[in-house]
């Protein structure tokens, strides 16, 4: 199994020396390869060396990150309960967290199909606890 590395756009420009703004600009105009996950855009190695034409060193941070982005559909749910249900999802991603890094979280209710989507990127351990969440508020509807 390959395992394909990505980076997010802020690590694109500190290792470019570039501003984020740059950056952003580049995948707006199509020179820089880059997937959109929820508000986000994920930048794979391989795009970001065709961009550059050299390899590309992993940014240094002391230390191993990890970051899980994962899809939530939930079926059969009306607007009032879907923002309930998002409500209580914010709010349990607000405040500090062990790793200090911020755990993004888009909502998205689609009422013809009484679908909502949570688009979560973070870290793995707190994107497991708030599943966890997810999963109990899931089980009471």
């Known amino acids: 199994m390959q395992v394909v590395q990505y980076y997010s756009v802020e690590q694109v420009a500190e290792l470019l020396g570039l501003h ?3 950056v952003r600009g580049y ?3 199509g020179r ?3 997937t959109r996950i929820g508000k986000q855009y994920r930048i794979a190695r391989a795009d970001l060396e065709a961009l550059t034409g050299a390899p590309v060193a992993a940014p240094s941070t002391g230390r191993q990150r990890a970051e899980v982005s ?3 559909r939930i079926e059969e749910i009306d607007r009032a309960a879907a923002d309930r249900l998002s409500t209580t999802v914010l709010a349990a991603i607000a405040g500090p967290r062990e790793g ?3 755990l993004h979280v888009e909502a ?3 009422e013809e199909r009484e679908t909502l989507r949570l688009v979560i990127l973070g870290d793995p351990a707190d994107t497991a606890a708030l599943l966890t969440i997810v999963n109990a508020l899931t089980r009471e509807m």
Do not use: E, F, N, W
């Open 20 to 22: 984020v703004r740059t």
């Open 27 to 29: 995948i707006r105009d």
């Open 70 to 72: 994962s899809v939530v």
């Open 108 to 110: 998205v209710h689609d």
């Open 32 to 34: 820089l390869a880059a």
């Open 100 to 102: 200090g890094r911020p």
